[in-house]
């Protein structure tokens, strides 16, 4: 829209606040109790910059309703009617106005939402709330965030009972002084039947149906543990033939800095690493479970529903998506049996555990856990696995597009 076409700033206000009626008030009281408004702005100025755009909209969409947007009236918002206020003002920094005013329309539709007074659609809403949130912060930021909430008196007491250092401790014990293991695996089937029997905690159905001793690759919540103990110096499994407790051992339960980073780092691995992909691969799992989490930690829980619209979002992956997103239930669903994740949807995690879950997200950094699937090549086993779900040659060559392949 030129400038000469715009309709005069005022009418434009006069056309919102007709629109808006009462929630103008009611938004004010609401930014007042649920948002940090900067002193200077206040919550009047944002109602009344909100009234402004209001009007703008319902200029360049006439049949727009405010409390029911669409995703196509947002982009009118955010192409047309914003770009326009801040062309209007002549601020030297155009690209931070717009960003501030965008985040209005993001704080009124979360007032609408949370106050019952948005009428379209559900989908619609949480649409409209992603156009307009821009560029998503990374998931350690989200985690890092949570986590300052957080005293080590509530970490801790959640930490040291939770079900990963409790196995811990429970292979510590059985280890001893050392344990003779053998040269092809962290340990022995008679020490994996040993440590399932001495621990005291609900696990995953584990045990051999008929009592024999099992291997540790059958047990997998276990043989993470191990992995990760073995990395963080809780074991040491440099002579193959023998385990021994590891540098850390001695002092990792202590109530300090480095001992309780040791052990978010044990705990936050454990929950955000698949156990299938432990000696490499690629899991759908391991690379959406940290935002289901992340979404938890930030106050938006996923739901059944929401898991549902991943395969939605995913419908160019064919068959494969619904699988991934069963593989992901599965994962929540075990690490509810563990206690780390509510028992069912909407899926929440302890705020005991923010502190493990921002330290293993920050140690694995911002690496895109699609990026290097085909950095060697194409995994061999990914077309047989395709192949098995049913996915079609056209198929197949998107989720190549989408994973950085061939």
Avoid: K
């Amino acid at each position: 829209m030129a400038a000469a076409d715009r309709p005069p700033v005022s009418d434009s206000y006069e056309l919102g606040e007709r629109a808006l009626g009462d929630l103008r008030g009611a938004f004010a009281t609401w930014l007042d109790e649920n948002v940090e408004v900067d002193d200077e702005v206040g919550a009047g100025a944002v109602v009344e910059a909100l009234t402004v755009g209001a009007g703008g909209l319902l200029t360049v969409r006439p049949g727009a309703v405010v409390t029911r947007l669409t995703p196509v009236d947002v982009e009118a918002l955010t192409g047309q009617v914003v770009p326009a206020m801040v062309a209007d003002t002549g601020t030297p920094e155009p690209a931070e106005m717009q960003e501030d005013l965008e985040a209005i329309w993001y704080q009124f539709l979360a007032f609408l939402g949370e106050t019952g007074r948005w009428t379209g659609s559900a989908g619609d809403l949480e649409t409209c709330l992603t156009l307009l949130q821009g560029e998503p912060p990374e998931l350690a930021e989200v985690f890092a965030e949570a986590a300052e909430d957080v005293d080590e008196g509530e970490e801790d007491a959640t930490i040291l009972a939770s079900f990963p250092v409790r196995a811990a401790r429970a292979v510590l014990e059985h280890v001893g002084e050392g344990l003779a293991v053998p040269d092809d695996a962290e340990l022995a089937p008679d020490s994996v039947t040993a440590v399932l029997a001495a621990f005291e905690h609900p696990i995953p159905i584990t045990a051999d149906q008929d009592g024999q001793p099992q291997d540790l690759e059958d047990v997998p919540w276990l043989r993470q543990v191990v992995l990760t103990m073995l990395d963080l110096d809780l074991l040491d499994g440099e002579d193959e033939t023998l385990l021994v407790p590891g540098a850390e051992a001695e002092h990792w339960l202590e109530p300090t800095p480095e001992p309780r980073e040791l052990r978010r780092l044990l705990v936050g691995r454990f929950v955000l690493d698949d156990p299938g992909t432990l000696d490499g691969g690629f899991s759908i799992t391991e690379a959406v479970l940290p935002t289901v989490l992340a979404s938890a930690a930030a106050g938006r829980p996923f739901d059944d529903a929401a898991l549902d619209d991943l395969v939605a979002n995913a419908d160019v992956l064919g068959p494969a998506a619904g699988v991934a997103v069963e593989e992901l239930r599965e994962r929540l669903s075990d690490l509810a049996v563990l206690g780390i994740v509510s028992g069912s949807a909407p899926w929440t995690v302890a705020r005991g555990y923010w502190p493990a879950l921002a330290a293993a997200a920050a140690e694995e950094g911002d690496e895109d856990p699609l990026g290097d699937l085909f950095g060697e090549g194409e995994p061999h086993w990914l077309e047989n696995v395709m192949g098995q779900l049913g996915v079609g040659d056209d198929q197949m060559q998107q989720i190549r597009n989408i994973l950085g392949g061939r």
